[in-house]
């Protein structure tokens, strides 16, 4: 079993980011998850089984101004879990890509984001839900897993608003 969940989170636009900050996101984002899967599931696919559950975020459905960065990475890595999943299924190996929305982590600045009321109003969800639900889709071999009704029925809105909307 691999479980890739590292995530970090900024605001701002891309031409106003620090690229050291903007650099470390594409690492932590992109390159590292890439590069752990292609270590970790050469050996899935010798034993022909195995699981493997990455990080993505309901933002992988649409691209949002000033989280560019964020959301690009997200759609990375919900893309490059699809692939994955086709290479590997043929030996035995699954892949979920576990994409919810807001999560009451460390990711978020209390004195920015107003997190009681946002659990309050089921706009961000308890971490340990969102973990329960994707390992239960990782053990079921779910292609994708979005926890939480107000981040599925957000999914559906964000494919049916025009980008220009956003």
Known sequence: VLVVNAGMFFFGEVAD???A???AMLQLHVVTPSLLCTHFARDMRA???GRILLMAS?????AFPGIAY??????YLRGFAQALRCELAPYGVTVTCLAPGATDTGLYDPSIVPIERARRYGVMMDAARVADAGLAA???GRAECVPGVFNRLST???RLVPQRVI
């Open 17 to 19: 980011a620090d690229p």
């Open 21 to 23: 900050k903007a650099n």
């Open 47 to 49: 034993r022909r089984r």
């Open 58 to 62: 309901i933002s992988a459905w649409r």
């Open 70 to 75: 964020y959301g690009g990475s997200k759609i």
């Open 138 to 140: 990782m053990f079921a």
């Open 156 to 158: 559906i809105a964000m």
